[in-house]
């Protein structure tokens, strides 16, 4: 049958080839630039990446514009990005399978399509390096090197490569290793490897934060990696952190998928039991298989705590999806429990795996519409600004303008409303962080002297508007103008004024 024919590697890379392009599609055809992508557009960079510790992504850019600038190249690194990812899944799927069949390949695609992982690539800018860090991470977990001392130097320089190019990508390595250390007592490896191996991973891991810390992180100068303070305090901020991020993964859940996310959990959850029944089985001393057993239970609250992963321990209070690249492991670990048991049950029941793929394109394809509103909306206020200071010439004569934008409603976008009421998570993915207008934007309208302003200066001033707009004014003083939005209160649902008539 065709969903049981052993794939080469060679199609198994066409598969992933043509499913990875599918999926990063709406992205490419967004071309939004997203948060921090409006002022990098400048070549503002400067050393930002640097004095984060995130030195080659610095390096990959000016490598790729062959200029030693950073000059926005979107989606030709994208798609670099994607073709390597494309190799790492195709390993990954060889890893845990010798003879893979279509149904198998499905197991490894969460790595690139975890919808929090959305958050990432919508980065034009960082989106690439941060699809490159995953690919190291995945190279080192599948390095097979016969030589344990060579095996453990290879992955430790990945790991370090992995964190110069964006950190939070440990919590996927030790995510993979969970699911390693299951997938081992799955397939009856001795009790005696499978702790030998977990204590190599250790190693690998300790040594990769080692090489990162003695090289790339020297030039970290930001404070965003500062940890929490330990005070009576930090119990309850851990905690609190935690509790969102399950909460953001909640919300992935809505009345019409419920089912087969149920459906997901409880297959998963009996193909779990189904694999530690293998502990009594396996050769060596009962201490080591009670220590596995052990291992293995405490397996999926380690994936759950890699979800935020190091954030939690982090003063930085921005928990943006783009934070949950440890998620991919979680749903690696689902698919590979599915299919698993639906194989021992019926091989052919392996074709449900494609509903919860299916799941995971058509959120991208709704985030890819929405991403496309918030750019509509974006460039109608931008041209609105621009009109009212090139037509009024108190204002066109201006030095420079201030840009105050609002407290909230970052994410007020009437498009986009039903879509965002179906899948509360576009909202959480579009990040409170992507503000209505950022002031780099007004250079795409010829307006080149907008910077950022502060509200706190603005306020403890008082001036009159020059212009009055539905969702701004603009003031005016002889050094400078000042484009302050409003609060925006409107209600973002279009079809609320119909049900009130």
Known sequence: MWNEQVLTKKQVVVFFT?????YVYPIIRADYAYVDDNWRALLWAGSAWRDQGRILL????????????????FPLPLFIAVFAMVLAMTRLTFWYFSRP?????????????NPFFLGNISYQYDGPGMMLAVVAIIYA??????????????AAI???ISLALYQLTITLFVGLCCVECLWNVRNNVEVRKILVLLIQRGLQLLGGGVIYFLTANQLNISHRGNTVPFDSQWASIVRGKFLFAMDSICLLVNSWNVMLIAVMLVVAGAGFLYWLKNIASLQGSGYGKL???????????ILLLCVPGVMLFLVETNLDARNYIGFSALLVLLLLLGYDLLGVLWVKLRLLLVMPILLMFSFCYAYGQILIAKKELESAVAQYIAYDIVAN????????????????????????????????????????????????????????????????????????????RKFYSIYLTEQAGFIVFKEILDPEDYTLQLKEK
């Open 18 to 22: 043509v499913v990875s392009l599918i």
């Open 393 to 468: 010439k108190q204002l066109s004569a201006a030095p420079i303008f201030y840009y105050v934008g609002p407290r909230t409603g970052g994410n007020w976008l009437p498009r986009g409303h039903a879509a965002m009421t179906y899948m509360p998570s576009l909202r959480y993915v579009l990040s409170g962080s992507n503000v209505l207008l950022h002031p780099q934007f007004m250079t795409r309208l010829g307006i080149n002297n907008v910077v950022e302003g502060d509200r706190v200066a603005f306020d403890a001033a008082v001036y009159s508007p020059v212009v009055d």
């Open 141 to 154: 977990v599948t390095c097979e090197q016969k030589s344990v001392f060579l095996r453990g130097l290879l």
């Open 101 to 113: 069949d279509i149904f198998a390949c499905l197991v490894a695609l969460p790595v690139l399509c």
């Open 291 to 301: 220590t596995v057993l052990v291992i293995c239970i405490s397996t999926i609250p």
């Open 58 to 73: 610095e390096i990959l850019h000016k490598f790729l514009t062959f200029t030693g600038g950073t000059t926005n190249i």
């Open 158 to 160: 990945l790991i370090a």
